[in-house]
T-cell receptor, first 112, second 113 residues
Framework: GEDVEQSLFLSVREGDSSVINCTYT??????LYWYKQEPGAGLQLLTY?????DMKQDQRLTVLLNKKDKHLSLRIADTQTGDSAIYFC????????????FGKGTKLSVKP | GAVVSQHPSRVICKSGTSVKIECRSL??????MFWYRQFPKQSLMLMAT?????????EQGVEKDKFLINHASLTLSTLTVTSAHPEDSSFYIC?????????FGPGTRLTVL
């Protein structure tokens, strides 16, 4: 079945790199996404990667995809206090009606 | 990225009343919009998929007569919570798709007294 797993919490110091990990079970994923949610707000699309790519970099964000292990990660370089939020990993499946399957979210806390 | 708006952002209503939530894609056309519900400290639960000009597709366990969805145009979908009860209190979030990306609205906090 479809399942997306993330660790629930991550704590880092300001200026360090953060790495948020995600695993998924369905090999028919076409795209994988990272969203950021701040308290009381909707989800902000940070980045996405096509399933035949290994890596995508966008400024401070680096996404790594290991399709063989069904593992996705988001690395945030030079983490700032403004990066504190919940980060959701999501996948879109081939042949689905287009909706995303979400993980439970990783709460990132950045300590000064 | 593209902008999706939701109105109202917060609503408090009495039990038994109906509440309408609007979702608009402001700078793009979306043939497909989605409605999600999010409980505190939890992930998003897909309620229904809304396609312009056709009936919405509801997820298992979601009452279509209670959560009425109308996708009147390529930029507007509405969710009406009919005869709301306290257990319907939640954070409702819509999203609009412009493949392969999906953009989310800011959410609507519904409190039913």
């Amino acid at each position: 079945g479809e399942d997306v797993e993330q660790s629930l919490f991550l704590s880092v110091r300001e200026g360090d790199s953060s790495v948020i990990n995600c695993t998924y079970t369905d090999s028919s994923s076409t795209y994988l996404y990272w969203y950021k949610q701040e308290p009381g707000a909707g989800l902000q699309l940070l980045t996405y990667i096509f399933s035949n790519m290994d890596m995508k970099q966008d400024q401070r964000l680096t996404v790594l995809l290991n399709k063989k292990d069904k593992h996705l990660s988001l690395r945030i370089a030079d983490t700032q206090t403004g990066d504190s939020a919940i980060y959701f990993c999501a996948e879109k499946l081939l042949g689905s009606q287009g909706n995303l399957i979400f993980g439970k979210g990783t709460k990132l806390s950045v300590k000064p | 990225g593209a902008v999706v708006s939701q109105h109202p952002s917060r609503v408090i209503c009495k039990s038994g009343t109906s509440v309408k939530i609007e979702c608009r894609s402001l700078d793009f056309q979306a043939t497909t919009m989605f409605w999600y519900r999010q409980f505190p400290k939890q992930s998003l639960m897909l309620m229904a998929t809304s396609n312009e000009g056709s009936k919405a597709t509801y997820e298992q366990g979601v009452e279509k007569d209670k959560f009425l969805i109308n996708h009147a145009s390529l930029t507007l979908s509405t969710l009406t919570v009919t005869s709301a009860h306290p257990e319907d209190s939640s954070f409702y979030i819509c999203s609009a798709q412009t493949p392969p990306m999906e953009f989310f609205g800011p959410g609507t906090r519904l409190t039913v007294l």
